[in-house]
């Protein structure tokens, strides 16, 4: 197809057009993040992201079932009666998560401190239930709004989040306040989020909202029961396999290696959060329409080789370049996590191109498999990083890097049978997606080159 043609084509593709919207607000928000990145970590040491991913880990797994996974349903219903009790329910859930927790951190800060093997944590613990609520709350009217295809808006509220939590943070750390000002800020992005949306809601969607009772909370409760039933369990195992982990490098490894860990993976999420998350949206706001119209295979695959185009090729090309620069970029002290950006790079360009077509489960009502996959997923990247922990050279974040890439791989088969796709129809739209991928691994190994005659040279 000629070039001007196949232009013409995407432009015209109301898909392509959605995921260029959230594109666009993402990269917006991701250069305000990355812009003062290389301040936050001259402001903030290794130890003190060590606290941070300690505490975002604990964050995620239990945010993900907070709303005990009816926010994922709200794009679901053809009425939004019905949608909105789901939202009022999630909302709901949520809240009632944040108080059980925190009595608990409440009434015994230091053990729960002591269990999580960061005593440092203690005197900020009562920022956890917070922070869960908050990203509950930002996850169930996310997805109201993709339910409403309201991309402009998710557009513009990750720049407001980005700018929040990054202003945050630098104040804080300026005012030597750590590492309390790496927490309010990661906080602080779910919260301007909802602040956000609250705002679009209440102007919006009033007349919709206002049809929100008991009744009919019960009633969505009881009609999207499958949720709670197989998918919080499904979603906390996902989340545990790739956040228990990390909590285990920080309680297991010497030193500063999980603050080196959560830099690396800011890097290596960067495609994910510019383009990933994007395309998961927009691809969950169609499929239950491509499902009953019998293409969903064949949209998946044509997601799915996007994916490869748009993404695998960044990641590659960070892969090889990060080694060199980031400790340039970052500061000397954070030469190691250059390191394990090469190392995570396969297992996330991976999981990239699974992420967001992976709500096909959901969508097709296969939550058992969906529970079934993230319960291996858990056990087998857990008993990963602690067989590396106990054999010499403690490679445990390499353990969990290779761990990451099995699991998600085996994900990805699990779609592709459950979509029925055609096995030829993705190959063959994998290889129009080759000479992307190349030029920005040519482009990756030019850059590397440069930069060691630059060394060798100096």
Not at 304 to 329: D, N
Request: charged content about 10%; overall charge positive.
């Amino acid at each position: 197809m000629p070039l001007r043609q196949y232009l013409a084509r995407l432009g015209h593709s109301s898909f392509v057009r959605a995921v260029g919207v959230l594109v666009g607000g993402t990269a917006f928000g991701h250069a305000i993040t990355a812009a003062t990145m290389p301040i936050v970590t001259r402001l903030y040491s290794p130890a003190d992201f060590s606290v941070l991913v300690v505490f975002s880990s604990v964050m995620a797994i239990i945010a993900v079932g907070a709303c005990l996974r009816f926010d994922i349903a709200v794009p679901l219903p053809v009425e939004d009666r019905e949608a909105a009790n789901l939202l009022a329910l999630s909302l709901s859930c949520a809240a009632a998560v944040c108080v059980l927790l925190g009595l608990i951190v409440v009434a015994a800060p230091g053990p729960v401190a002591n269990a999580l093997r960061q005593p440092a944590l203690e005197p900020y613990l009562w920022l956890l239930p917070v922070g869960i609520f908050l990203a509950g709350a930002y996850s169930a009217l996310q997805f109201w709004f993709v339910r409403q295809r309201q991309f402009a808006t998710l557009a513009r509220t990750r720049i407001v989040q980005s700018a929040a939590a990054s202003g945050v943070q630098i104040a804080w750390g300026l005012a030597g306040v750590s590492p309390f000002g790496l927490l309010l800020g990661h906080v602080v992005n779910s919260g301007a989020a909802c602040l956000g949306f609250g705002r679009r809601l209440a102007a919006d969607d009033r007349r919709v909202l206002a049809a929100v009772s008991l009744a009919g909370m019960r009633s969505a409760a009881v009609k999207y029961s499958h949720f709670p039933k197989y998918s919080t369990i499904e979603a906390l195992c996902n989340s545990a396999s790739i956040q228990l982990p990390v909590l285990l490098i920080a309680a297991l490894a010497a030193g500063s290696e999980a603050g080196h860990l959560m830099l690396a993976l800011y890097v290596v999420q960067a495609p994910i959060a510019l383009i990933g998350g994007a395309v998961a949206q927009v691809y969950l706001a169609r499929a239950p329409e491509e499902l009953r119209s019998g293409t969903l295979g064949s949209f998946t695959a044509s997601v799915i080789a996007g994916l490869v185009r748009s993404g695998v090729g960044p990641l590659a090309f960070a892969g090889i370049v990060s080694p060199l620069l980031i400790a340039p970029v970052f500061g000397a002290e954070w030469e190691r996590a250059g390191v394990l950006v090469s190392w995570l790079t396969p297992w996330f360009a991976v999981h990239f191109i699974t992420a967001p077509v992976s709500m096909a489960l959901h969508v097709t009502g296969q939550q058992r498999m969906a529970l079934w996959l993230q319960v291996a997923g858990l056990v087998g990247r857990v008993a990963a990083v602690v067989l590396a922990a106990a054999l010499p050279g403690h490679h445990v974040s390499e353990a969990y890097a290779l761990s990451g890439l099995v699991f998600y791989t085996a994900y990805l088969f699990v779609v592709f049978r459950v979509v029925r796709a055609d096995v030829r129809e993705i190959g063959h739209k994998l290889r129009r997606s080759l000479p992307a991928c190349a030029a920005w691994i040519g482009a990756g190994a030019t850059v590397a080159a440069v930069v060691l005659v630059i060394k060798v040279l100096a």
